[in-house]
C-alpha cells in the first residue's frame, strides 16, 4: 500500500472512530457528515455505507438511508445485517414488495445460503 493509501486509510478511519462516538454519545447530526466524508475517502468502505444507511434511517432521511443501503448489499451481497437493515428501509419508505425481497435474501443467508454465489478463481 502507497503512503497516500495508508494516509487515506488512516483519515477514514480516524473519521468513523469519530462517527461511532459521536453516535454514542446521541450526537447523531455530527455523525453523518463524518459517515459521508469516510464513504467519499473511500466508495468501497462497507462499514461506512451501512452506518450512514443508518443514521440517515434514524433521521428520517429515507432515500438517501436506502441508497447507502444498497451500496453496503452491492459490496458485500452476502452480509446478513446489510439486506436485514435494507428491509427496515424499505418498509420506512413503504416499499413493501422491495422490503420482501430484501428480507427474504436476509432469510437465505440466515439459512446459511448465499445470494451471490462466490465465483471460483480462474485457472
Not at 16 to 32: E, K, P, R, T
Not at 53 to 68: N, Y
Amino acid at each position: 500500500m502507497s503512503d497516500q493509501s495508508n494516509a487515506t486509510t488512516e483519515e477514514r478511519d480516524a473519521l468513523f472512530d469519530d462517527a461511532n462516538g459521536d453516535l454514542a454519545l446521541g450526537d447523531i447530526d455530527a455523525a453523518i457528515p463524518k459517515y459521508r466524508r469516510c464513504v467519499e475517502i473511500d466508495p468501497d468502505f462497507f462499514d461506512g455505507w451501512h452506518a450512514l444507511g443508518m443514521v440517515l434511517l434514524k433521521t428520517d432521511q429515507v432515500q438517501e438511508a436506502i441508497g447507502a443501503g444498497l451500496m453496503a448489499t452491492t459490496l458485500r451481497p452476502n452480509d446478513l445485517l446489510a439486506w436485514t437493515s435494507l428491509s427496515q428501509m424499505y418498509v420506512r419508505n413503504g416499499q413493501i414488495a422491495e422490503a420482501e425481497d430484501a428480507k427474504g435474501n436476509a432469510r437465505i443467508l440466515s439459512l446459511g445460503g448465499k445470494v451471490v454465489k462466490d465465483t471460483p478463481p480462474s485457472a
